[in-house]
């Protein structure tokens, strides 16, 4: 697991989660979130989680969304350019690397 210690990302993710929490579509954490850098951590099945969940939750509108599937190479790349921008993406949640996973929140 990768510490966070970027404070305008951890504070985006609170406030992501606090509005989900609001909505009703997020539980209050029943233990201590965990955060997970998936640029520093190569988990395709989180990835592919957050795309296939989270994500299309907060972007219902086809429009609004990028391609999830150019995410991984954008993440896992040492190779950067104006075409292929890198990517970070930060997950918050319990449970990141099981089955039993609960996705609290992301940042990209």
Not at 30 to 52: M, N, P
Request: charged letters at 30%.
């Amino acid at each position: 697991m990768t510490a966070i210690r970027d404070a305008a990302s951890m504070d985006l993710l609170a406030s992501t989660a606090l509005r989900l929490r609001q909505k009703g579509r997020l539980a209050e954490p029943a233990q201590e979130l965990e955060w997970v850098d998936l640029s520093a951590e190569r988990d395709a099945d989180l990835l592919k989680a957050v795309a296939s969940g989270l994500y299309l939750d907060c972007f219902p509108t086809v429009e609004e969304r990028e391609d999830p599937s150019l995410w991984s190479e954008r993440l896992w790349s040492d190779v950067s350019d104006a075409q292929n921008p890198l990517l970070r993406i930060i997950i918050t949640g319990n449970n990141l690397h099981t089955r039993d996973r609960s996705i609290a929140g992301f940042v990209c």
